[in-house]
């Protein structure tokens, strides 16, 4: 690699955390002014504008365990259906951390990444205690392009006292994956470009990845040809009414406690 390349890299990330600087002192003002406001919709959406901004810039640039972090905060905000007292701290939790990133106070590597991930704070489910779901420490990953099915499934695990993130990509899920190591991993059968199948099979085939346990949330039958070039190990959840039960058997066949 060229010397005007590596410079060109190191700008961008020197520009990147620049702004990541800006918006993150923007979001700490919004969240200051929450305390002294009853009324928190809008600065609810003015905080999800800033996070999913330093979510889209920082996709261009390598600071994974920036990225990582503010995947988590877009996954937190974009679950959040009003700004209490409680999601405050969780977010300005998320900031102090990313804070702590840009001046170097806090660093890490993909060894440690999955440890620093499970200390983030738990996107918070009504009527669920957050203290327990960092209490199980169990972790999983949904990989699900649907929210409202997305939305589902996290309900259900959080219910068992299980942590989850989301996301709509499966090129996405793959680095978090390999970078933050969840316990189980629960993939769409239809995704994007790349299907829940051919997902599951790259990541049953990575060493990184094969000993992680998968499943496949589909609507088709467990005989349908479509899933036939499912890895032996993959364990199959359908929609609709069998939902709960094939989410506890893949849960027992993982031995998720």
């Known amino acids: ?80 259906r009003e700004l209490t007292d409680d999601s405050i701290a969780d977010i300005q939790s998320f900031v102090d951390k990313i804070e ?22 738990s996107k918070r489910a009504p009527d669920i205690d957050p203290a327990w779901l960092s209490k199980t420490n169990v972790e999983a990953l949904l990989v699900i ?39 189980f991993i629960i993939v769409a059968k239809t995704i994007d470009d790349l299907d829940g199948v051919d997902l599951v099979s790259a990541l049953q085939a990575m060493p990184k990845t094969r000993d992680i346990p998968t499943a496949v949330l589909t609507s088709d039958a467990l005989n349908h040809a479509s899933l036939r070039d499912l890895p032996f190990r993959t364990a199959i959840i359908r929609k609709g009414a069998p939902f709960g039960d094939d989410l506890a058997e893949a849960l027992a066949r993982f031995n998720i406690t």
């Open 100 to 121: 702590g990133i840009l001046s170097g106070d806090i660093s890490g590597t993909s060894t440690d990444s999955a440890e620093f991930v499970r200390e983030l704070p």
């Open 145 to 183: 392009p649907q929210r409202s099915m997305a939305a589902i499934v996290e309900r259900e695990l959080a219910a068992c006292g299980y942590r989850s993130s989301a996301t709509q990509s499966s090129f996405e899920a793959l680095e978090l994956a390999v970078r933050t190591r969840p316990d």
């Open 1 to 80: 690699m060229s010397k005007n390349v590596v410079d060109l890299d190191d700008q961008m990330l020197a520009d990147f955390k620049d702004e990541a600087r800006d918006i993150i002192s923007s979001l700490d003002v919004h969240l200051q002014n929450a305390h002294s406001q009853a009324n928190r919709d809008s600065i609810l959406t003015a905080i999800q504008r800033e996070v999913f901004n330093l979510r889209y810039k920082g996709k261009s640039v390598n600071a994974p365990l920036i990225n990582l972090t503010s995947h988590r905060l877009a996954d937190y905000v974009t679950s959040c």
